[in-house]
């Protein structure tokens, strides 16, 4: 299991004397990709241990959660079950139909009683009908997602000074603040708005699991794009950039904004000259598949 860190070149990474590696969490495996394998691990080795053959977890329609999920259960021996926000669209959308090729049964409820996603009531009713399975949140954030992510930053074996990544539900970062320990910086950039929200849930995520608070961190929350999902042509722009410069693919949803947000940064001026960062690539490649169906939108 490999994620290479690979640096970057460019004008204005040398202009504004900044070195800039990429770590390459989108490598670490084909299906099960980047921080979705992080947050995996350790809650597949819990339902094994705790002898539960199934997992049940949740996701919109073009989840990458969902794509990893089904990837896990079907490589680690778990039947799963994907609870999926919104009616059932046929054909399948790339992201359910690979899920149901890795074995993944699927049941649709309403945006409504999704929202009760993480409600004790609403868990124990779905546990009761889907015969006791091992529950992963949306987005597979909780704490044994928080272990490991912790685990990203142990592999980083260079110096450097700033650790950034895309945020949904915070898990990832939350994992990388408790791993660096008040130890460098970290910069959050959410691909939702309501930064304000996922502040307090990265909080209380970071306390629960280290029983520490942390100061090192911030979220940057201007780089969202209008909301989870939303995207303007300058960013499917600098997507395809990207991939021409550095030969590295990034989707709309959260490595995008990322490297967009963080090379608006740099651009104006907001490191230090001969600061160090390194930026994860947390994968979620598989949901351009989706794009390029529904809006014909080549990523
Ligand atoms: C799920 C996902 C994220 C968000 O991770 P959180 O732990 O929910 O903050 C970021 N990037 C990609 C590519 C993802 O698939």
Redesign the pocket.
């Known amino acids: 299991m490999q994620a290479p860190l690979q640096q970057l070149e460019h004008p204005l990474l040398q202009q504004h004397n900044i070195t800039l590696w990429v770590k390459r969490e989108d490598l670490l495996h084909p299906h099960i990709s980047?921080?979705?394998w992080r947050?995996l691990k350790y809650n597949l080795q819990e339902a094994q241990a705790n002898g539960h053959k199934t997992i049940l977890t949740f996701g919109g329609a073009y989840s990458?959660?969902i794509a990893a999920t089904a990837a896990a259960g079907a490589e680690f021996g778990f039947k799963t079950i994907g609870i999926i926000r919104g009616e059932e669209h046929l054909p399948l959308n790339p992201t359910l139909q690979f899920a149901t090729e890795q074995g993944m049964e699927l049941h649709y409820i309403s945006r409504e009683l999704y929202r009760r996603k993480n409600e004790p009531d609403f868990i124990a009713e779905l546990a009761e009908k889907y015969n006791q399975p091992y529950v992963v949140p949306e987005?597979?954030?909780n704490l044994l997602?928080v272990k490991g992510?912790t685990e990203i930053v142990e592999d980083i074996p260079i110096k450097y000074d700033v650790i950034c990544?895309?945020?949904?539900?915070?898990?990832?970062?939350a994992g990388i603040i408790a791993g660096l320990a008040g130890q460098k910086q970290v910069l959050g950039f959410p691909?939702l708005k309501g930064g304000d929200l996922l502040e307090d849930e990265i909080e209380q995520l970071v306390y629960s699991y280290s029983g520490q608070h942390y100061q090192n961190w911030q979220l940057i929350t201007d780089y969202h794009f209008g909301g989870y999902a939303k995207m303007k042509p300058e960013l499917l722009q600098f997507i395809h950039d990207f991939k021409t410069n550095h030969s590295i693919p990034l989707?709309p949803?959260?490595?995008g904004k990322l490297f967009y947000g963080l090379f608006d940064l740099i651009a104006k001026g907001y490191f230090a000259e001969g600061t160090r960062i390194v930026a994860i690539h947390?994968?979620?490649l598989q949901g351009n598949a989706g794009f390029k169906e529904r809006l014909g939108i080549e990523v």
């Open positions: 980047g921080n979705k947050k990458n959660h987005g597979g954030t997602a992510c990544c895309a945020s949904g539900t915070g898990g990832t970062i691909a989707e949803v959260y490595t947390t994968g979620g």
